[in-house]
């Protein structure tokens, strides 16, 4: 089947573009791109033009996910796959594809509401990135920008959702018995990186839960954790390696109240002999105080 192959950019509503900006430059080390209009700021981490999208109108929560595709044989086939799975496909304007920097794209809604745009024709901008702070950069490429993991009300619509229409391959499952009742979570990639986007099934007042930004040298982490202690960043998550894609990262809150993880060391899957995995725990490894603060509880 025709899929997907990384999370290309992301779009976020924001009241406070300002902490936004901060926060992107001062912790993350990533790159100012001023926007098309006064509303909205790009943010660079690589040699894309940017990856990031902030527009400042007091939503708060996640706009839209962005998904690449490799050709444009690859962009029709995922719609004709999306149509037939009952799924409205809505053609971008050509205003919205140079907005993205991208030769062509078309949006729909996955079952939590969220704006899914299908895209293919990789920006590339030829000026090197040049970050905000000292950092190796970050691990994008072929990879994508990140993941994101999101919160959902019916997990099961939502993993056929990207799995049967957007081609991604299951990595692992949470099934966790609490005494409240059961903590259902699903991980899934389009790509090597473990996962791209996940699923966490609670009601929440935001569609997203966090996204990860993943750097080349586990020091730009560290330095990144010393930074928010200093600048007054809450620090939602302490350090610890997670079990499943096996990150070394830290948790900081952002001006939107929702998280933002600044990783390293991601596990990368092989589909040839990858095996789907279950946890019936969400410890990790080592580190990671207070991991159940991803889960919104009374």
């Not at 899929?3 to 901060?22: E, F, H, P, R």
Request: with cysteine.
């Amino acid at each position: 089947m025709a899929a997907v192959s990384q999370l290309g950019y992301v779009g976020i509503g924001v009241s406070d573009a300002g902490g936004w900006k901060k926060l992107a430059t001062e912790i993350y080390g990533m790159e100012i791109v001023p926007g098309d209009d006064s509303r909205t700021t790009y943010l660079r981490m690589d040699d894309q033009p940017h990856r990031i999208q902030i527009q400042e109108n007091g939503r708060d929560d996640i706009e839209f996910l962005g998904w690449q595709v490799p050709d444009s044989a690859a962009f029709h086939a995922v719609a004709q796959q999306l149509e037939g799975g009952g799924v409205k496909v809505t053609a971008g304007t050509q205003g919205e594809a140079d907005e993205r920097r991208v030769v062509e794209l078309f949006r729909c809604e996955d079952p939590n509401g969220v704006r899914t745009e299908v895209f293919y024709g990789r920006p590339v901008n030829q000026r090197p990135f040049r970050p905000s702070r000292a950092i190796s950069g970050f691990k994008t490429g072929a990879l994508g920008l990140g993941h994101a993991l999101m919160f959902t009300t019916e997990l099961d619509r939502s993993v056929a959702f990207y799995r049967d229409l957007l081609g991604f391959r299951i990595s692992d499952y949470v099934n966790l018995k609490t005494p409240d009742g059961r903590i259902r979570a699903a991980f899934l990639h389009c790509n090597p990186r473990h996962h791209s986007i996940a699923f966490i099934e609670a009601p929440a007042p935001k569609k997203i839960n966090h996204l990860m930004f993943e750097a080349e040298d586990l020091d730009d982490v560290g330095s990144g954790r010393d930074l928010a202690q200093q600048q007054g960043v809450p620090v939602i998550i302490d350090l610890g390696r997670h079990m499943n894609d096996r990150v070394v990262s830290f948790y900081m809150g952002n001006p939107s109240q929702w998280a933002l993880e600044y990783g390293w060391g991601g596990r990368l899957i092989d589909d040839a002999t990858w095996q789907v995995e279950q946890y019936t725990a969400i410890d990790s490894l080592w580190g990671h105080p207070q991991l159940i603060n991803l889960i919104p509880h009374d």
